[in-house]
């Protein structure tokens, strides 16, 4: 039996030549991940560890929010961290008081059948 699979409009068709069936599927082409807040008192350095396989047609973004107080973290939007290595990145606190810092990375694909597969991340004091 010959098999395809085929995208169209966004959506992932796989079927089977010889008994016609046609099977649907939909596929995210972007999903994220977060750490958990975590407390940087003054001076202190926090690192967050990456580590991802990004395939060709797929992005990995990571992204960063800071606040004084968790509940005000959770009102802040995240912004793209820079620079992008994808792989570690480091805040240290300069301002004189207590951060909750947490990070976001967005994965994006172009292609159902490749993703950003990410096989850890670390958040390291």
Do not use: H
Request: overall charge positive; proline content about 6%; aromatic content about 10%.
């Amino acid at each position: 039996l010959g098999e395809s699979i085929a995208e169209y409009r966004g959506r992932l068709f796989i079927g089977t030549e010889g008994a016609g069936n046609v099977f649907v599927s939909s596929y995210n082409r972007a999903g994220f991940a977060m750490t958990e807040p975590v407390k940087a008192g003054p001076g202190e350095k926090v690192r967050f560890a990456v580590d991802a396989i990004v395939p060709e047609k797929t992005s990995l973004e990571i992204q960063f929010r800071k606040a004084e107080t968790p509940e005000l973290l959770n009102k802040n939007t995240f912004a793209a961290y820079s620079p992008q290595d994808n792989k570690m990145v480091e805040y240290k606190n300069n301002s004189g008081k207590t951060n909750w810092v947490q990070w976001k990375i967005v994965m994006k694909t172009e292609d159902p059948l490749q993703s950003p597969r990410v096989r850890s991340i670390k958040t390291l004091k």
